[in-house]
T-cell receptor
């Protein structure tokens, strides 16, 4: 069974603080993909990053960084020096399986509030 | 436009009414998905099309839900005899390829159709 858990329902930080959003996943597949999406109030899901199960290298993109650890089944997302524009709901998602039809299993999301 | 377009953006339906939600994927995209997102929850998979073929409809909650993509481009999600529990955002997504690959296959989401059943 595929499952994604985002235990943090809502996080509030003050601008310029660093913040980490947690994601824990469950899967029996050896090949799978992990994603982070941002959902602003407009509702559209904006793609941030994709990781495949064979690549555990951490990635940094500007103020964003991701820490993928297969040993703990986690794919955490850190925003450095947060800004008000980072305020949104962030979703972690998992895709994998024999058919690999891009079917996503989403976590319940973490709402990030960045206050000025 | 260049993105996934959905209409209507907002729909209020009376219980028992039929509704149709439209999705215009990015031109040339093979894969098309429908997801349902209840308030405060993550999106949940409804159905998947590869071109005009509906390859997975395991997420459709009941036989009141029906989706089609007759020409392999525009898709319609139809909900018959709407119930209050159908109130949600319905998200459409598309991707260029039929499956994930090592090199990537980004899935693009639309802004969703917000359905409220009263």
């Amino acid at each position: 069974a595929q499952k994604v858990t985002q235990a943090q329902t809502e996080i509030s930080v003050v601008e310029k603080e660093d913040v980490t959003l947690d994601c824990v996943y469950e899967t029996r597949d050896t090949t799978y993909y992990l994603f982070w999406y941002k959902q602003p109030p407009s509702g559209e899901l904006v793609f941030l990053i994709r990781r495949n199960s064979f690549d555990e290298q951490n990635e940094i993109s500007g103020r964003y960084s991701w820490n993928f650890q297969k040993s703990t089944s986690s794919f955490n997302f850190t925003i450095t020096a947060s800004q008000v524009v980072d305020s949104a709901v962030y979703f972690c998602a998992l895709s994998g399986g024999i058919d690999n039809f891009n079917k996503f299993y989403f976590g319940s999301g973490t709402k990030l509030n960045v206050k000025p | 436009g260049a993105g996934v377009s959905q209409s209507p953006r907002y729909k209020v339906a009376k219980r028992g009414q039929d509704v149709a939600l439209r999705c215009d994927p990015i031109s040339g995209h093979v894969s098309l998905f429908w997801y349902q997102q209840a308030l405060g929850q993550g999106p949940e998979f409804l159905t998947y099309f590869q071109n005009e073929a509906q390859l997975d409809k395991s997420g459709l909650p009941s036989d009141r839900f029906f989706a089609e993509r007759p020409e392999g481009s525009v898709s319609t999600l139809k909900i018959q005899r709407t119930q209050q529990e159908d109130s949600a955002v319905y998200l459409c997504a598309s991707s260029l390829l039929a499956r994930q690959t090592i090199s990537g296959n980004t899935i693009y989401f639309g802004e969703g159709s917000w359905l409220t059943v009263v």
